[in-house]
Every structure is written in C-alpha cells, then in structure tokens.
C-alpha cells in the first residue's frame, strides 16, 4: 500500500524551524502586500499605530491632509525604537525619539535634531525611511518593496465580490487581539477548512453545514469560500440572531444566507456576514507564536442607532476563536512532535493543499 500519490500536509520544519521561518516571513510578509489594519482607527492628522511583524515594527501614520503614510519605527541617528504605544495620537503631530529627541514630521521629514548641526550635516539626509501604502476597501495595506500590481489590482474580483458590503465604510466596534502559542500557517490552514467545526466549534455548527462550503478556486492573491446560513439563521451570533441589527444596507436577499471566508495572502482574513464583517489580522512573531488582531465592522448607522448591541455576535466570534486557537496550539504542539510525520489530506482539504503548494513555491521545493 503506498500513500505516495495522496497530497500530504508539509513536514514539521515548516512549523518549527526558525530559519523557514525567517524565509517565509522574508517572502509573504516582506515581499507581499500585507494588511496593517483598518484606516479609520486613525481618523485624525497624527494618529498612529504600529504594526510588528517578527522583529520589525512600522509606524502607519496619517498625514496633516489625510494620506495614510508608513514608516520603519527607526531613528535615523542611532536607529533606537521611537513609538512604543501600538496605538495613539503623536504629541505636536511629530514623532520624536525617545532617545535623543531626534523628531519627524507627519511625512517623516527630521525637523529638529539637538546638538547635530556641524559641517556636513543636512536634515533632508535623514528622512524616516518609508513603506509603501495603499488603501483598499477601509484597509491600510503595506508593501516593503515594490509591488508588481496595486491592491485594487491584485483584489479586484473580491472587491467585485462583496460590493454590495461597502465594506469601507464600515466603523470597527469591537477589537481583540490574541496571542496563539502557533505558527502562523496553521492558522490559515484552520480558517480554511471546515471539516473540524462538529467537534471543535457545537455554537457554531447549528448555523452553518460545515459540509456546504461552496470554495472558489484558488487564485494567487487568496483563497476563500461561502457558507450558507441554515436552521433558519440570519447570521453568525449567539443563537443566530442579529439582534435587532438590520442586514447590512445594498445586500441581496440572496446575500442575507451566507457568510464568507477568505483567506488574502499573507495576513487578512476577511469574512463578510450579513449584519457586520469580520476581520483577522496576522502577526507572525516567532515559529510558534502569532498575534492575531480580531475585529467586527458594523455600518456607521447601525451603531448610532439607539440600543446598538453586537455582544452576540462579539462574544459569539471571542468564543469561537479561542475554540480555534486551541486546536492550532494542540496542533503546534504535536507537529512538534519526534513523532509527526506528515498525513494526508482529505478530499474536503483542496483548499489548505493549494496553499501549502503555494509555500513551497516560494520557498522552491
Ligand atoms: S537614537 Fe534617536 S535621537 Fe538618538
Ligand atoms: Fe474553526
């Protein structure tokens, strides 16, 4: 009996190996386009927040007109740390080094640095050194290099997808942020795949068949699919209720039956429902480690409306989620095994196969 032609999960290094690690990050999150967070988390001229992959940390910052900016959180004297806070308002719209007060304006500019001034020296020099950026659908969006193709490029059919979602305006109600003991494929690979909600998730299961996934296939950019709504559910909560929320405005009736799930390489996952949309960021820290940033979208409207509650569908996702990061932590830790080898996919796992095919492309196995 041979398993050779069975597609099998990828080998323990790819979980546990620091130097894989390091390449993958190098490769998906440096050489990527990634999502930093939502753009209205920092509405007003000087409002920052930090976005920390590995050991790299980028400050996203808007600027006194309103453009979204990015910057590596270095100083250009002697490279030390400048925000610490990973979210805030910027004292005097500058950000200012804790070290020796070197300052940069809202475009990175050194607008004032003590004691330097002597012969040779020129503050246009030393300028932040700055990220790309771009804004798509209500997300900052980040590229360290240069990019082959816009976002709005790249992401056109999802943008196409979930029109009707106006998911840019969208206002974040409700933000958690995780650290999971996982690397962070594992749980790319969980959030593709619904084969484990029976066992793992029962508040969830009576909502949705984990059998009726409908996937599209895979594209370069992201992978995903919908769920469709059952036993009379009108969306993913507690009970399935929405709680007195109307259905997100411009949706079809066909649209207030599913939720959607898709993966946006390396580090959005993006799950459009009928009241609200949820997001998932990323944040690789070690082989073992993620930091995983959730948050709930409500239309602006909806919020304002007098009795505005999302407890249910909040708590419903906090639960759910700390159901998932528990099986990736168990899953970590047995890949991390002497005696893991890897397994074979199922049928049901098309999806998680297209994207370790993915990993190892760009890793060139
Ligand atoms: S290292 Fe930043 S001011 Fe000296
Ligand atoms: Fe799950």
């Known amino acids: 009996m041979t398993t050779e032609s069975l597609p099998m999960t990828l080998p323990a290094r790819y979980y546990t190996d620091p130097e894989i690690f390091r390449k993958e990050v190098e490769r998906f999150y440096f050489g990527r386009w990634i999502c930093g967070g939502r753009a209205s988390l920092i509405p007003n001229p000087g409002d920052y927040f930090l976005c920390e992959i590995a050991d790299e940390s980028v400050i996203v910052v808007r600027g006194a007109s309103g453009e979204v900016r990015a910057f590596y959180n270095v100083c250009r004297h002697r490279g030390s740390r400048m925000c610490t806070e990973l979210h805030g308002s910027l ?24 004691h330097a001034e002597r012969p040779g020296f020129s503050r246009a020099d030393y300028p932040l050194h700055s990220i790309r950026t771009e804004i798509w659908e209500g997300n900052v969006f980040l590229h360290f290099g240069t990019p082959d193709q816009s976002v709005a490029e790249m992401l056109a059919p999802v943008s196409r997808k979930f029109a009707n979602w106006h998911m840019a305006e969208l206002r974040t109600h409700r933000r958690i942020v995780y650290s999971v003991k996982a690397n962070w494929k594992l749980i790319v690979l969980n959030y593709n795949e619904c084969l484990h909600c029976p066992f793992v998730h029962p508040e ?19 992978i995903g699919g919908v769920m469709f ?67 709930l979208h409500f239309h602006p409207d909806e919020m304002a409306r007098p009795g505005f509650c999302a407890d249910d569908a909040g708590g419903f996702w906090d639960l759910i989620n700390r159901q998932d990061w528990r099986i990736v932590e168990l899953s970590q830790a047995g890949i991390a095994s002497r005696a893991y080898t890897p397994g074979p996919y199922t049928k049901r796992e098309d999806l998680l196969c297209a994207f370790d095919r993915d990993v190892l492309a760009i890793d060139g196995e």
């Open 204 to 222: 969830l299961n009576p909502l949705t068949d984990y059998l009726g996934a409908d996937n599209e296939p895979p594209d370069p950019a992201y």
């Open 91 to 114: 004292p005097g719209r500058r950000i200012t080094c804790p070290y020796h007060a070197w300052s940069y304006g809202l475009d990175g500019a050194l607008l004032g640095a003590p």
């Open 229 to 295: 709504l059952r036993n009379g559910a009108e969306t993913m909560s507690f009970q399935g209720s929405r709680n007195g929320r109307s259905y997100l405005p411009g949706l079809t009736e066909e649209q207030h039956n599913w939720a959607a799930f898709y993966s946006i390489y390396p580090n959005l996952l993006l799950a459009p429902h009928p009241d609200y949309l949820l997001t998932h960021t990323l944040w690789p820290k070690a082989p073992n480690l993620t930091e995983i940033v959730c948050e």
